[in-house]
Structure formats: C-alpha cells, structure tokens
C-alpha cells in the first residue's frame, strides 16, 4: 500500500471526474496548488489558532453535565470540529447549525453510496462557500477566507472554482474527520483508565508532544479517515495480482495502520515503536497537509477534557453504536463524567 501511494506516477490521484484541489491532481500542477495549501498550515500558523481553539474546547466541556450520561460525538466532536474550523477560516458562528446539518447529510449520503445524493449534498456545501466569498470581495482580507480569495497560483489569481474547491476539502470531509476522531479518543481513553489518567497528568504538565503522540496512536488503533483511491496510469503488479490500466486501487488506511506483518498486535498501544510506521495522515505527495492543524485541535480538546474531569468512563446503560462502513470510527459514545 505505501509503493502505491509514494508512486504517483503509476497510481494517479485523478479519481473523480470532478477536479479536486490538490486531492484529485497529479505531478507538477498537484505541486503548483500543494504549495498554496500548505502556505495556510504552517506550524506558524497553526500555533496562531492555539488560543481560540482552547477558549471553544474550554466552553464546550464547561457547559457538559457531570454524573449523567453525555454523547460525546453531538455534544463534543461535532461543535468542536465546526467551532475550530470555522474559527480558523474566519467563518460566522450564525453557520454553525448549517454546517452540522451538513455534516450529518454528507455521512447518510456517504453511506447510501448513492451518487445522486452525494452529488446534490456537495452541490449544497459549493453553494454555502460561494455565500461566504461574496462579502469579502474587493475587501483587503481580514481571514484566512478572504486571504485565499487573493491568493495567486503560478502567478495568477486563483478562480472561484478553484477556492471553492480548496475551502470544500478543508471543511466538507475534514469536519466530519475531526468529530470521528474525537470520539475515537475518549472512547479509547474510556476504556483505558490508566492510560487515561497518565495523560491527565501529563497533560497538566504540558506536554505537547507526548499527548499529541499519543492521540495519532490511539487513530492508528481506530482509524476513523478510511480509505483513498487512485487510478493506475499503466499496467502494474500489485503483490501477486496484476493490475491494467484504468483500474482503481484503494488505499486503506484504517486497514494498513493495523497491518499485522508492520505493528505486531495491532491494539498495542506502543506510541513511540509505532510512530515511524503511522499512516494516519497518509504518505507520498498527498500526505495530509493539516496534519499539524488536527493534531493540535484534537490536542487541546483532549486536554481540556482531561483537565477539566476527574474520570470519564463509558455509560454502562447506552452502548456505543459503531458507524457503518464506508464511514469509520464511532457513531455514538456515551459517557460519564465526573
Ligand atoms: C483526523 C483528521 C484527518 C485525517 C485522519 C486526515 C488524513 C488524511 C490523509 C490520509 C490524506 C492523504 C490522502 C491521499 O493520499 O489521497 C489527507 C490528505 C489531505 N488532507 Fe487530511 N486528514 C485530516 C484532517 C484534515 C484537515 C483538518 C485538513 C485541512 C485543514 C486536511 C486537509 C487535507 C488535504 C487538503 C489533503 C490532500 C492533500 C494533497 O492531495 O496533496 N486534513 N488527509
């Protein structure tokens, strides 16, 4: 699976008849627009969106109720992953309810596999965007929206379609990404009471690193981000299969970060071991260019969970409910706080 995703040559990113920007491009244009994306993900500027990251995640676990059962994906992972990132881009909070609405659409379309509907959902989310863009025109930017919005790609300014597109694929799939994933971790930590309790500690001695180390463990465990595809270019063999030209090959992450052959016991958490092989945020060209941005976020949720309780455990009277294929992770995670 990493010789098919650091082999772009191959096995094309070009999937979708739609053009994605930068997933569904290849070679020097993916580069061309890669380079404006990762402009906006810098460690520079991920470290700008610590503090009104903390001050949302602060809010969110404040107003969450004590020694009665609390869901953590509607009442945690969702208004964070919308809160945060619509922080980031500058986006109004008057959105939000939209923007939920969406995210639960987009999961139902996802799983019907229904085209139609995933095209009529998409369609739904570029005209939200397009929205968004028509009262920051010819104003100087004061965000991040209104920065890409004069922002240049090989010396010319990028089209509506191609903001469009770059705003669609940070929010659309990534918010519901960034809600699995915190579900994925209090579920963990739920079920890990000492692991639990020896990030409280060390989250409350500030250390970054190890709690962001250990949240991309816990994803490699349960990666709640599934699957990619590409499209091969030329004939190729792939293990002892052959595969033609214009075949699609998948790249399943949640399945190759518990690749036996590469983790020994895939449910052992060894976040130091494990790191190198981590697959969470993809490999090659297409790696995930808001790696440092997620990691962050999910960081300071977590800590602000686990500075702010004493335990969190799962609810013994509601069992958490799985998500359905092709979407991972958790649907429901009740827990209980104190
Ligand atoms: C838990 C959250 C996330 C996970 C697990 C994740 C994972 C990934 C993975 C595995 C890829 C590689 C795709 C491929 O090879 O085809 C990827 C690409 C990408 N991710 Fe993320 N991601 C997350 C959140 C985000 C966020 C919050 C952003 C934006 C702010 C983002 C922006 C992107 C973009 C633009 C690409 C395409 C890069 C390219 O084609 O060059 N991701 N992500």
Redesign the pocket.
Same mark, same amino acid.
């Given at each position: 699976m990493v010789g098919v995703?650091t082999d772009p040559g191959t096995f094309s990113?070009g999937v979708s008849a739609r053009r994605v920007i930068?997933? $569904?491009?290849d070679g020097a244009e993916?580069a061309a627009y890669?380079a404006v994306?990762d402009r906006y993900?810098t460690d520079e500027r991920v470290s700008r969106q610590v503090g009104p990251c903390r001050t949302l995640a602060a809010a969110i676990v404040d107003t969450l109720p004590r020694g009665t059962s609390v869901e953590i994906l509607a009442s945690v992972g969702i208004p964070f992953a919308v809160r945060s990132?619509s922080s =980031?881009l500058g986006w109004p909070s008057a959105l939000e309810a939209v923007l939920v609405a969406w995210i639960r659409d987009n999961q139902v379309a996802t799983r019907s596999g229904d085209r139609a509907q995933t095209a009529e959902v998409a369609q739904r989310f570029d005209q939200l965007i397009l929205e968004l863009l028509e009262p920051r025109r010819g104003r100087p930017p004061t965000d991040v929206t209104g920065e890409l919005m004069n922002d240049t790609v090989e010396g010319r300014p990028l089209t509506d379609a191609e903001i469009v597109s @770059?705003l669609r694929? =940070?929010t659309a $799939?990534?918010l519901g990404?960034?809600a699995?994933?915190v579900g994925v971790i209090v579920h963990f930590l739920a079920t890990h009471p000492d692991l639990q309790q020896e990030l409280r500690t060390r989250a409350g001695a500030g250390e970054h690193e190890a709690l962001e180390a250990a949240i991309e463990e816990i /994803?490699r465990i349960d990666?709640?981000?599934v699957s990619?595809r590409?499209v091969a270019t030329c004939p190729a063999r792939l293990g002892d299969g052959a595969i033609e030209t214009g075949d699609q090959v998948l /790249?399943d =992450?949640t399945a190759a970060n518990r690749d036996a052959a590469v983790f020994g016991d895939p449910d052992r958490y060894a976040p130091e071991e494990n790191a190198a092989a981590n /697959?969470?945020?993809? @490999?090659?060209?297409?790696?995930?260019? $808001?790696?440092a941005?997620?990691l962050m976020? /999910?960081r300071v949720i977590t800590e602000e969970l686990l500075g702010r309780t004493d335990l969190i455990a799962l609810d013994p009277d509601r069992p958490g409910i799985r998500e359905t294929p092709p979407v991972g992770g958790w649907a429901t995670v009740p827990v209980v706080l104190s």
């Open positions: 995703a990113s930068p997933n $569904g491009l993916h890669r994306v993900l990132q =980031w @770059i694929n =940070w $799939g990534d990404s960034l699995t994933s /994803l990666d709640p981000f990619n590409r /790249l =992450w /697959l969470v945020f993809g @490999i090659g060209a297409h790696r995930c260019p $808001g790696r941005l997620t976020e /999910l």
